[in-house]
């Protein structure tokens, strides 16, 4: 199995930013995935996860801020990132069973 993302990047507070995550070699659709971020010096947060059957759930610092979708014909999810502010600033990871990408940093700043 193999994770690739991307769509990270430099934004203003208030702006958005949609991350992609393209996944490869596993029967993608009966698999659950994952969002993660990890900001220096902290510990790796659940950001927000959606299952086989397109069920979500969020961290509460994300929650109608962040959207998860994922498109299972293209083997891809999304995470849909509005009204970013400042302390969602980290690097962003994808996870599939065991198997994380290497990450996508994303900076909120002026």
């Known amino acids: 199995v193999q994770l690739v993302e991307s769509g990270g990047g430099l934004v203003q507070p208030g702006g958005s930013l949609r991350l992609t995550c393209v996944a490869s070699?596993?029967?993608?659709?009966?698999?659950?995935v994952s969002w993660y971020r990890q900001a220096p010096g902290k510990q790796r947060e659940l950001v927000a996860a959606?299952?086989?059957?397109?069920?979500?759930n969020y961290a509460d610092s994300v929650k109608g801020r962040f959207t998860i979708s994922r498109d299972n014909a293209k083997y891809t999810v999304y995470l849909q990132m509005n009204s970013l502010k400042p302390e969602d600033t980290a690097v962003y990871y994808c996870?599939?069973?065991?198997?994380w990408g290497q990450g996508t940093q994303v900076t909120v700043s002026s």
């Open positions: 996870r599939l069973i065991q198997t």
């Open positions: 070699g596993t029967i993608f659709s009966i698999y659950a």
């Open positions: 959606i299952t086989s059957s397109g069920s979500t």
